[in-house]
């Protein structure tokens, strides 16, 4: 039985979708601070880039990013435009032309949010009950959702507390093998191993495992990877069976064959962050720090953090609202300008 689970915390709500034992797909929805993925706005141009396609455009809120048109938009002109993909691996939003209103616009404007990550998975999955453990969270759902949705007091138990977090984690076991992922601003690269002899089949096996996580994590981009114990010459002939592995992923992957040094490369289209990104971000620690607050009952009322933790949490009202709320006393934040990224306490 598919079901989808939403577990819901200060600024965060976290999502996987199962059948049964198995993660079929995962996502982190953050109503403070939207990654904006098919938003429809108004821009202002900003600085036209004719010879890489487009334009860079001024967003309503000040946030800037990279128009791509065939056109030649004139500096400071208004256009309609809608975001293709959200801010991610230190690159700005990218944008593609569309409908402007017929409404004069003397500014930038935000005319209508996208589907938020649970509304995109539960259109991916549409006869799925969908378990809340949150009901303000669930008043946020669009009417058409709720006959859906079923309470919960805890939509994730310890195992699949324990598999989110799982995600985040840079190694992965493939059955016979296992596979370390290592995320660059260029590319991904996925190195797979034995601590056994493995040989052509034993990567054969391992491939719809591997796309399973790949597509959990939300890789994208340019991915290459290096296949256990098999010879340059004969990684070729796994480009069919790592096709196979793709062909239920929502997302356009292709399968573009085996380089002349034999690793196996394939491109994924970019939509949201990585869900590694999301996790390992300032914002992404910041969250984790209320939840685990709320989690072990702390008590105290200063919450002292590193430079990048506290401008997070300054940047996400949203989340702090949640957080006092559910705290149940007013937190002040005490920035420590020589505490390491991840560090916080709470006094």
């Not at 900003?46 to 967003?59: E, I, K, N």
């Not at 959200?86 to 409404?103: C, F, H, I, W």
């Not at 930038?108 to 009901?135: F, S």
């Not at 007091?153 to 195992?159: K, N, P, S």
Request: net charge neutral; proline share 8%.
């Amino acid at each position: 039985m598919i079901e989808i689970r939403a577990a819901c915390s200060p600024g965060e709500v976290r999502i996987v979708v199962t059948d049964h034992d198995t993660l079929l797909d995962a996502a982190i929805w953050r109503p403070g601070l939207a990654d904006g993925l098919d938003d429809w706005h108004v821009v202002r141009v900003q600085t036209p880039a004719p010879a890489l396609g487009g334009a860079f455009v001024t967003l309503a809120d000040g946030i800037s990013g990279f128009l791509s048109t065939r056109d030649a938009p004139t500096q400071g002109s208004l256009v309609g435009a809608r975001v293709v993909r959200s801010a991610q691996n230190g690159k700005g939003l990218r944008l593609k032309r569309a409908d402007m209103p017929t409404e004069p616009y003397t500014a930038p404007v935000l005319l209508r949010r996208g589907p938020t990550p649970l509304e995109e998975l539960a259109t991916r999955y549409p006869d799925a009950a969908i378990i809340i453990d949150d009901a303000a969270m669930a008043a946020l759902l669009p009417v058409s959702l709720r006959p859906r949705l079923q309470r919960s007091l805890q939509a994730f138990d310890v195992t699949l507390e324990a598999d989110f977090q799982g995600l985040g984690v840079s190694e992965v076991e493939l059955g016979a093998l296992t596979a370390s992922i290592f995320p660059t601003p260029a590319l991904v690269a996925i190195d797979m191993d034995s601590a056994k002899s493995p040989d052509f089949k034993t990567n054969i096996e391992s491939f719809p495992e591997l796309a399973r996580q790949i597509r959990l994590r939300n890789l994208s981009g340019t991915i290459l990877v290096d296949p256990a114990g098999v010879k340059t010459r004969k990684r070729p002939a796994l480009v069919s069976f790592l096709q196979q592995a793709f062909i239920q992923d929502p997302l356009r992957t292709e399968i573009l064959g085996a380089t002349p040094s034999g690793l196996l490369e394939l491109t994924r289209l970019r939509r949201r962050p990585p869900l590694h990104e999301l996790l390992s971000s300032a914002h992404g620690i910041a969250l984790a720090a209320l939840r685990r607050i709320l989690q072990e009952n702390r008590k105290g009322a200063t919450l002292t953090g590193s430079i990048a933790i506290i401008r997070a949490l300054e940047a996400d009202p949203v989340a702090m609202e949640d957080f006092v709320s559910r705290h149940g006393q007013p937190v002040e934040l005490i920035l420590n300008p020589d505490a390491p990224l991840a560090s916080w306490s709470l006094s």
